[in-house]
């Protein structure tokens, strides 16, 4: 490093001296003047009092860098003078440290100084691709007010759907009870010798009791702590309750609540709970809340860029031909389980449109993600994209609550101007909506009273970055050793359901069995049960479901895919079919046995296929459908019960 030059009047607070004429000086003193606040002052080497202020610094070295001169007179110039400038407050960077500690990083460093100064119109023009007009720290008070509260509304729509049916899914005449499950699971710890440890292996609230009574307990508060989030109250415990009662019920669900969306909300939720202010009530304006923290909003792009990136990885990993030959979307949109009706005319589209949009796809899930870590224009392009994708998804199938969990994690993609610039006049204008900082002494109040302290940040930030980028170079294929310790340890928080891998659709279905589920008295003449959207009735218009999701028609899809004795789920729905029982009945659109339950029950299963415009036009159908066979034979409770005489 140079020998340090002195000024004889050195000025009363560190000044930064730099040329007032250059644009990409222009652009970047803008963003250092924001993050030092008052404790720095800038002036450009252009002004005339420079020179009669310090005639010790010749023109040509101000015209060849930055010049930061301290208050004890010290001057000092290129990457050292940014550094010791990113150092106010003392301690807000580390680069003057590592300058400073090595030989090398300081020589590489001036280079590479040299280097932008050099060829500054180049950098200026990539400085505005990159960024924009705007280079200022990005602020994310109202993305987090608005992901926040965001976030409380999936959590409403999720239980607001899941106690609609819970009864008829997992309650006591439900088609797998959950307090027949948590007694059988406490004889199997019992039996094993497993003491505490069984609430980390089976995470569940229902050890205290599995009733339908508290199981509407456990929805109810859910929906309770969704609306309190949702207007600002306790966010951060509100958050963590929330967690934990999904947790609950997705550990006892089993089946019925295993979906990518359901794992996906437990892991928004969890990093949810440290991106949160700790403050009981809503404050009058979101700047008056702390700072968001930084390593929790990376933490959550980083999960936005696993699902992307895995969702489309996955395919080519798989080996599938249709994701190869790009021929998958000629498919996906009669297969997949809940279509819509745009499903119906996006599958009519041509051959060559349908790979063109398979192209797309593969860009925006492959390519697209790695903008999200890019800098501001180029990571709002990313999240044009993907907000576009989700839409298009949204339109054609119906996929619950994962698309609006999606976009709401596109949010954190963008920072207050570019939300405010989105917002209407009449919003952009409300005092609740004022992103204007604090002042010094206002921030130094809340800076710590109510955020996370960075001595539970920090451990956290590398303890998921562990779990989930182990999982994410496991998933994509690597098998290093060095990440089998990593794994075990992944194995051992797999219950929390919260360090995750993503990955829809790795394998297209290119057809569409369906089963139908038929009631008899008599064992010769049959009558079908309805489901209220799954596909049966062939003149049934498919129709739009979602945020809701009727968990018994996704797993209807599933079981078709497979075989009944793969699905032992089904003949408990089938028994409680024959019993009547109230709760299941209520999952279904139709009844053909109002009276009295059917002596018989059997599953027939169906190919179906969208019809064409033309079949549409002559028989106004929306599918067509050929049967293949019997998928469960007729069974009766005599049946069932002879065996226990």
Known sequence: MNRVMHVAAPPPKPLLIFDGECDFCGLWISRWRQSAGTRVDFLPFQDTSVGDRFPEIPRA????????????????GGAEAVFRLLAHPPGAQPWLRWYQASADFAKSAEAAYRFVAGHRPLFSWLTRIGWGRHVEQPRHFLVRGIFLRGLGVVYLIAFLSLWSQIFGLIGRNGILPAEQFISNAGNFFDTHGIGADRHRMLPTLCWFGASDSALRIQCAAGTVLAILVIVGIAPAPCLFLLWLIYLSLSSVCREFLGFQWDILLLETGFLAIF?????????????????????????????????????????????????????????????????????????????????????????????????????????????????????????????????????????????????RELLPDRLR????????????????????????????????????????????????????????????????????????????????????????????????????????????????????????????????????LGDVRHNPWFGEFCVRLLQGSPEVLALLEKNPFPEKPPRYIRAVLYDYRFTNCAEKRAMGAWWKRKELGIYLPPISLEQIQKPER
């Open 61 to 76: 070295q101000f015209e060849r860098a930055v010049q930061l001169i301290e208050t004890d007179g010290a001057v000092y």
């Open 429 to 560: 204008r409300s005092p609740a909506l004022d992103a204007t900082p604090m002042n010094r002494e206002q921030a130094r109040k809340t800076q710590h009273a109510f955020r996370w302290p960075r001595w539970v940040l920090a451990p956290l930030t590398g303890f998921v970055l562990c779990l989930t980028a182990g999982e994410f170079l496991f998933t994509i294929g690597a098998r290093w050793r060095v990440l089998e310790p990593v794994m075990a340890l992944h194995d051992y928080c797999a219950p929390l359901r919260t360090f995750n891998s993503y990955g829809l659709f790795r394998v297209m279905t290119t057809s569409r069995p369906e089963i139908i589920v038929e009631g008899s008295n008599d064992g010769v003449n049959w009558q079908p049960y309805e489901f209220k959207y799954k596909a049966g009735d062939v003149s049934r218009r498919p129709a739009f479901v979602a945020p809701h999701q009727p968990r018994l028609d996704w797993q209807m899809w599933f079981a078709a």
């Open 275 to 419: 991106f949160a202010p700790l403050q009981l009530w809503p404050v009058r304006s979101v700047s008056r809340e702390p700072p968001p923290s930084r390593l929790v909003l990376w933490l959550l792009r980083w999960l936005l860029f696993q699902l992307m990136f895995e969702s489309g990885i996955v395919k080519l990993l798989s080996g599938d031909a249709t994701w190869r030959d790009l021929s998958a979307l000629t498919f996906h949109y009669e297969s997949q389980p809940l279509p819509t009706w745009i499903g119906w005319h996006a599958h009519q589209l041509p051959f060559w449109f349908q790979k063109f949009s398979c192209v797309v796809m593969f860009v925006i899930e492959l390519a697209v993600p790695f903008l999200f870590f890019a800098p501001r224009r180029l990571r709002l392009f990313g999240c044009g994209a993907t907000v576009a994708l989700q839409i298009l998804i949204l339109l054609t199938g119906n996929y619950t609550f994962f698309n609006c969990l999606t976009l709401l994690l596109c949010v954190t993609l963008l920072d207050d101007f570019t939300l």
